[in-house]
């Protein structure tokens, strides 16, 4: 089958290799120009940060009390404040990043399998067949 005897909707078809660095380079150029990317990128750069230097970001322990600091407000040395045992919050939300950042990624993947386990290739699967 020649090009020339190809519908123009699917002339793009047979020539998919011939412009893909191209193609990419304006895919991300797009996404760098979208103000909503740009800030959910840093805010998933700055947990990650968060997630892996997050020991030497906090001077307190997220698990050690002081029940003399009870339910403070934010300050200088509580940047989050403290909760109802005296804990630093700010501390137990860095602590509790890494832990999000396994998490997600893990319940993502294994609902990607079990779905398509259940759903199959071809349609509907073993749960759902009538």
Known sequence: ???????VESAGALSVGQGAPDLRREFVGNLLRRKAFIVGALILAFWIFC??????????S????????VNQSPSGSHWFGTDQL?????????????DIMITAPLATLLGT??????????????????
């Open 62 to 69: 997220p698990f050690s009390q002081n029940l003399l600091a």
């Open 86 to 98: 005296g804990r630093d919050m700010f501390a137990r939300v860095i602590a509790g990043s890494r």
């Open 113 to 130: 399998i079990v779905g398509t386990a259940m759903t199959g290739a071809t349609g509907p699967g073993i749960l759902f067949s009538p």
């Open 51 to 60: 997630a892996i230097f997050g020991q030497s970001l906090t001077p307190h």
């Open 1 to 7: 089958m020649s090009v020339n005897s190809v519908p």
